[in-house]
């Protein structure tokens, strides 16, 4: 790897260079962010895996970046144009964009007005006016020498004009002058809406666009992306105002270097000429698009988060759930599964509209609770979810049964249920059956369930459907990835979904094993998954320590050390005069070692600690414990609510500008930023979370727009 990206990611992830050399020779040999992350921490410093990924990410950059200037110098050296200045100015560059802006003057373009002039054979003028010679006294004298009707130059008034455009061209091509105008327009410039005249006496959610203006600097991702989804709606257009004169100005200052030179004011035409047509437009669009490229980036950040937390949600655990898909009409599907989320049953009940077996369905569900020891009742959020949760705690409270129930989000649900996945799972079952059965599953282990559903169908997005779809996929993979390495996996339970997102290992491999699992029976031990189709040495080091397995002969295998440390604990095992088993758990056993004994050349003390921390608590669940909100009886709709009202809610979306909170009336309320907290509030990820229980109090309600306007009560 070149010296020059080494120092360009040292500079960018502020990690010293040795550290960036190790890291990037670990994706060099094909190791994965989770495994780098947790098992090279020697290698790394203990960079987590935010680090390693901005890493890697620049890693592509830069190599991007270098592949680019290959090109670049190979077809500039072609036209006979690579002088020694250009070549190192090429060289040292450490932006794209810049990159670009030396290569402008050289790239190959569309016939234009200065390639038709220079056709012509105005190079040269053009060179003698921009010389700006003092010697120079005739303009007629000057102009008429490059008058030729065979080249179709009938006057010095078409000369001078050939000319001038080349200049305007030329002037345009500069690279510095476009990185300076490219900043000014991105600092001062002002982004300007507007609607257009067919949508001027309409409404339409982009209302608030219809005559607005803001510093470009300042807008945030929300009203970027926006405004951007308004125009392609064709409801608004914008446009970015400047200081033109200022801008002007400066050009002129660069270009201008003799004021009494006879041609001075038609050089001030060619600048205004280059400002106007060219650079301006161009610099517009590119500076608004660079904008909306990195308002996407703030908004898939957002998404990541929020997708995070919604992963990493408390699971419910191994209880027996009844879960209901409510409905109205159609009647609320009802599916129950056991503790290991294995389906048992169904069926349907009608206590609403237009049925209303209110009594038969109470029955039912008293019966399946009896029968199959229910411990929760899951209740989706989507139509008759408070109508549906009200009867299950009116038969809780009457029969005095021993469990709870809960208001589980169901998006998502029907995108699964109509999956090849869930087609795979249960081809008997329908697809609200289907649905049921999803809702159960995410109460009791959100992760092993979510992985089956597209990350962007959960709805916790921002602008989702208007960003770069290649990146939001990437980062969503990269959270999914991190999220199920940070949590592990069951190597016998988990179900292909799951295991695709296990570190090195992907969805041909993640066939594979479930596969022999189903041949062979229940892993024994991790050496097993050698013996997978396709899984070799390289991927066993990759994913083995994030496989557990309950019950293996060896008690390391349900725990996140890896195989390749087994012999260490098998030492401090030996230093201590006890067997492995001795160690799990024992305190005081591991507070007596030393870990300086066991450091070698390849181990050192925070790989040592990690080891003793998980004997300490082997596979232990990082997420936190399962608690639930519980909406008031009182509040079943929107007209219910009254200002002042405090009451209990869920979390169901992030964005920048505050958090959406339902609180059982079928529309969610908005906590706006400044309503997070008495202090100020940078990024409401940092107050709040999606899943999270929170309490609020009510402000204001319209009930025409279905409007909630909420407050985060501490």
């Known amino acids: 790897m070149s010296e020059f990206i080494v120092r360009c990611i040292t500079s960018d992830c502020k990690v010293a260079s040795g550290i960036v050399e190790k890291t990037v020779e670990l994706f060099d040999m094909g190791s994965t962010i989770p495994f780098i992350a947790r098992y090279r921490k020697e290698r790394t410093g203990g960079l987590d895996e935010v680090q390693i990924q901005q890493i890697s990410e620049r890693l592509t950059y830069y190599r991007e970046l270098q592949d680019r200037k290959g ?17 190192t100015s090429i060289t040292c560059c450490s932006d794209k964009q810049e990159l670009e802006d030396i290569y402008l003057p050289f790239k190959p373009k569309r016939k234009t007005r200065a390639s038709i002039a220079k056709e012509r054979g105005l190079q040269p003028l053009a060179d003698l006016l921009i010389a700006q010679r003092a010697d120079i006294k005739n303009k007629n004298e000057v102009l008429s020498r490059f008058v030729d009707p065979q080249k179709g130059i009938d006057t010095i008034d078409q000369a001078l004009a050939g000319a001038l455009d080349i200049i305007s061209q030329d002037i345009a091509d500069n690279a510095s002058y476009r990185a300076w105008i490219r900043n000014s327009l991105s600092n001062r410039g002002t982004l300007v809406s507007k609607a257009k005249k067919e949508w001027a006496e309409k409404s339409s959610k982009f209302e608030m666009y219809y005559n607005f203006s803001e510093l470009l600097k300042r807008s945030s991702a929300h009203r970027i992306l926006a405004i951007r989804r308004g125009e392609a709606e064709g409801v608004i257009k914008w446009s970015i105002h400047a200081d033109n004169d200022q801008l002007l100005a400066y050009l002129d200052s660069q270009v201008i270097r003799n004021k009494t030179f006879i041609f001075y004011k038609e050089l001030l035409t060619a600048i205004e000429d280059s400002y106007k047509r060219l650079l301006f437009p161009a610099l517009e669009s590119e500076v608004f698009n660079a904008k909306c490229v990195e308002a996407e980036r703030e908004s898939i950040s957002v998404f990541s988060k929020n997708l995070k937390n919604v992963l990493l949600a408390p699971p419910a655990g191994d209880k027996v759930i009844i879960a209901i898909d409510p409905g109205f009409r159609t009647g609320c599907k009802v599916a129950v599964i056991d503790g290991t989320g294995k389906f048992l049953t169904n069926t349907t009940i009608y206590p609403h509209e237009p049925q209303n077996k209110k009594n038969e369905a109470e029955k039912l569900l008293a019966q399946l609770v009896d029968q199959y020891k229910v411990e929760i009742i899951a209740i989706g959020n989507g139509t008759a979810s408070r109508e549906t949760d009200q009867i299950v705690r009116e038969l809780i409270k009457n029969k005095q049964l021993d469990l709870i129930s809960v208001v589980v989000s169901e998006s998502g649900a029907s995108v699964y249920s109509a999956s090849e996945i869930a087609r795979k799972e249960f081809p008997e079952l329908d697809l609200t059956v289907r649905g049921a059965i999803s809702i159960a599953r995410r109460l009791q282990d959100p992760l092993s369930e979510l992985v089956k559903i597209d990350p962007k169908s959960i709805g916790v997005g921002q602008y989702q459907h208007d960003v770069n779809q290649a990146d939001l996929k990437n980062a969503l993979v990269f959270i999914t990835e991190f999220c199920v390495n940070h949590v592990g996996a069951d190597l016998n339970t988990a179900s292909q979904s799951l295991l695709t997102y296990v570190a090195g290992i992907g969805p ?15 892993f024994k031990g991790r050496k097993e998954l050698l013996k997978v189709a396709k899984l070799g040495p390289k991927m066993f080091e990759q ?13 390391l295998d349900n725990s996140a050390i890896h195989p390749e440390s087994y012999h260490i604990v098998e030492r401090m095992a030996e230093k201590l005069e006890c067997k492995v088993k001795d160690l799990i758990g ?3 056993l591991l507070g007596s070692l030393q870990l300086s004994d066991f450091v070698t050349e390849e181990v050192g003390i925070p790989t040592l600690s990690d080891i003793v921390n998980e004997l300490k608590k082997p596979g232990l669940d990082p997420r936190a414990e399962f608690s639930y909100a519980i909406f008031s009886d009182a509040i079943n709709d929107l007209s219910d609510l009254k200002p002042e009202m405090v009451l209990e809610g869920i979390v169901t979306n992030v964005a920048n500008f505050g958090a959406f909170v339902d609180i059982g009336v079928h529309q969610d309320g908005l906590v706006h930023i400044s309503k997070l907290s008495d202090s100020f509030v940078r990024d409401p990820h940092e107050v709040v979370a999606v899943g999270a229980n929170v309490t609020v109090k009510v402000l204001a309600v319209d009930t025409k727009l279905k409007r909630i306007n909420l407050q985060l009560v501490s």
């Open 71 to 87: 090109t670049v110098l190979k077809t500039i050296e072609e036209q006979g144009k690579l002088s020694d200045e250009l070549r």
């Open 508 to 522: 041909a491999v993640a066939a594979n094993i479930v596969e022999y699992r189903n041949l062979n029976g229940a």
């Open 543 to 555: 994913c083995a320590g994030f496989l557990k397995i309950r019950n293996s002969k060896n008690p």
């Open 586 to 588: 024992n305190d005081k």
